[in-house]
């Protein structure tokens, strides 16, 4: 009876860490939105980048096709939004965060940016990937 007991409460025990798991890193992910929320509306697209994985496997997916790695994507997104005036203020409206596996989730959403030259609204799908500790966004698919 004891055994039983016992397994029982690492059960319990288990399942209640591996939700509080999940929302830490749900938490997580939200936290690099907001910096690079906070960013973007400070016209700081290097902060802005702080969200995306450093490297050459890096891939932005957008109206214009395909864009590989971290410096061409920073250098995608001056060319696109030169100015203040074009980076305006940013806001997201999260619908979905996914577990993919362990280390990896998608996230569904949708941006809305206030701005002088008229304003952008569209959706995205990012997948985050924890790397040495930090989530990272390795995938970016916005329209």
């Not at 029982?8 to 860490?17: H, K, L, R, V, W």
């Not at 591996?18 to 936290?31: G, H, N, P, V």
């Not at 965060?97 to 809305?112: C, M, N, P, Q, R």
């Amino acid at each position: 009876m004891k055994g039983i007991i016992l397994l029982f409460c690492f059960i319990f025990t288990y399942n209640t860490f591996a939700q509080t798991s999940e929302k830490e890193d749900k938490d997580a992910i939200q936290a690099v939105l907001k910096a690079q929320r906070i960013a973007w509306s400070k016209h700081d697209m290097e902060g802005y980048m702080e969200g995306y994985w450093k490297s050459d496997s890096l891939m932005f997916y957008g109206a214009n096709g395909i864009t590989q790695g971290w410096e061409n994507t920073l250098i995608r997104y001056e060319k696109a939004y030169p100015t203040e005036a074009h980076t305006g203020k940013l806001s997201f409206k999260i619908n979905d965060i996914t577990k993919i596996s362990d280390d990896a989730y998608f996230v569904l959403g949708e941006y809305h940016i206030k701005r002088e030259v008229g304003n952008a609204d569209g959706i995205f799908m990012l997948v985050f990937k924890r790397i040495n500790g930090a989530w990272k966004i390795v995938a970016d698919t916005s329209c």
